[in-house]
């Protein structure tokens, strides 16, 4: 088993987070909307991450609407000292289970509200500003969200700010205006339009974390990651995870599940050595 001391860290701000951390999102229901179907277990799961030394929680008050946040705050209030929660802001859910944009700067600090209450929080580690669709960012200014995101860390609401779904020139606006911690986009083996994000942020000292670590396979390329995830004699997550680890060292991870025997297998994904399949893995997303 993985243990707290194994989990290696990277440096957020003033936060030490563990690389590999937890998605809240399918902590919901199907289509993460609603409640789930067993809460309990949800809650073991999240006890189970903490116990396994995951320190680094990602959210979103809109994520149910609001369920995944108020499953965080029964399983874990009060919080240990070492946990750090990061939620995102920037869109809402409609009745049909739509997730229609919610940028506007008065959208935004009630997102920001209300994720501090149902968190039962004084204060946000990390809100990251959800920009562009779900699978790549939209281009055109960030300054009037990103701006009023940093009054709220004026106010002492927000620790530090991240962002998500942006290209790099949405990166150099938003810190032109102030610090950018992490940026968060979808990234995979199969999917590397963000390349050189990925080795920008590295030389900055700017944690990027990738979502969707299995998103956007064609067939050809899932058999590819099968068959080596066969070598290893793990599953394709493991392998799509542990290759990220090696990918940089900046990258952090937050792989979701509702499983607490798929969250070990996550986990498990910080001690895999792919040192001698990485030509293979490189070659999948060639």
């Known amino acids: 088993m993985t243990s707290t001391a194994s989990l290696a860290r990277y440096r957020v701000g003033d936060l030490d987070l563990t690389r590999i951390g937890y998605g809240a999102m399918q902590l919901a229901g199907p289509h993460v909307f609603g409640p789930p179907k067993d809460r309990d277990a949800a809650i073991r799961v999240l006890r189970t991450a903490v116990d396994l030394g995951i320190n680094h929680i990602d959210t979103s008050d809109y994520y149910g609407p609001y369920v995944t946040n108020e499953i965080i705050r029964e399983a874990l209030a009060p919080y240990p000292d070492d946990l750090h929660i990061v939620t995102k802001v920037g869109a809402r859910r409609d009745e049909q289970g739509g997730w229609p944009p919610a940028r506007t700067p008065a959208e935004l600090r009630e997102q920001v509200h209300d994720n501090l209450r149902r968190l039962g929080l004084d204060v946000l580690d990390v809100v990251n500003l959800r920009m562009g669709g779900f699978e790549e960012p939209e281009p055109g200014s960030i300054a009037e969200q ?5 009054e709220l860390q004026r106010q002492g609401l927000i620790r530090h700010i991240g962002l998500s779904t942006v290209n790099a ?6 810190q032109a205006i102030a610090p950018v911690v992490c940026v968060q986009n979808m990234y995979n083996i199969a999917r590397r339009a963000d390349d050189a994000l990925v080795d920008a942020t590295a ?4 944690a990027f974390v990738p979502y969707f670590p299995l998103g956007g396979f064609n067939p050809l390329q899932s058999g590819a990651l099968e068959a080596v995830a066969a070598q290893l004699g793990t599953t394709p997550l493991a392998t799509a995870l542990a290759w990220l680890l090696h990918r940089s ?6 792989p979701g599940t509702s499983s607490v025997e798929h969250l070990r297998e996550n986990v498990a994904a910080a001690e895999l050595d792919i040192t001698a399949v990485a030509a293979e893995l490189d070659a999948i997303g060639g």
Request: proline share 5%.
């Open 146 to 150: 990103f701006t009023a995101l940093v």
């Open 169 to 174: 020139e949405q990166l150099a606006e938003a």
């Open 203 to 206: 030389e900055q000292g700017i």
């Open 249 to 254: 060292p900046n990258i952090l991870l937050i």
